[in-house]
């Protein structure tokens, strides 16, 4: 791992069998660094589930429909 995930990691302790919160942080992703240094992005599960929920609200999808999407919805 480099520095920046080691730095997350460590100061991150995750639980197992414990339920998650909307705060909790579901996923990390990595900046391209086109203005410099690659910086970490944390994503919080609410924060996704909101994205989620704006993009099939714009969508105009349904419980109904089946969606198939190449790109992230993050």
């Given at each position: 791992a480099n520095n920046h995930t080691s730095h997350f990691a460590s100061s991150h302790h995750f639980e197992p069998n414990?339920?998650?919160l909307a705060s909790d942080h579901a996923l990390v992703l990595f900046t391209s660094a086109?203005?410099?240094?690659?910086?970490?992005v944390p994503y919080?599960?609410?924060v996704?589930?909101?994205?989620?929920?704006c993009v099939a609200a714009s969508w105009c999808l349904?419980?109904?429909?089946?969606n198939l999407n190449m790109?992230?919805?993050?």
């Open positions: 414990v339920p998650s086109t203005s410099g240094t690659k910086k970490i919080t599960r609410e996704i589930v909101i994205g989620a929920v349904s419980p109904n429909d089946v790109m992230p919805l993050y």
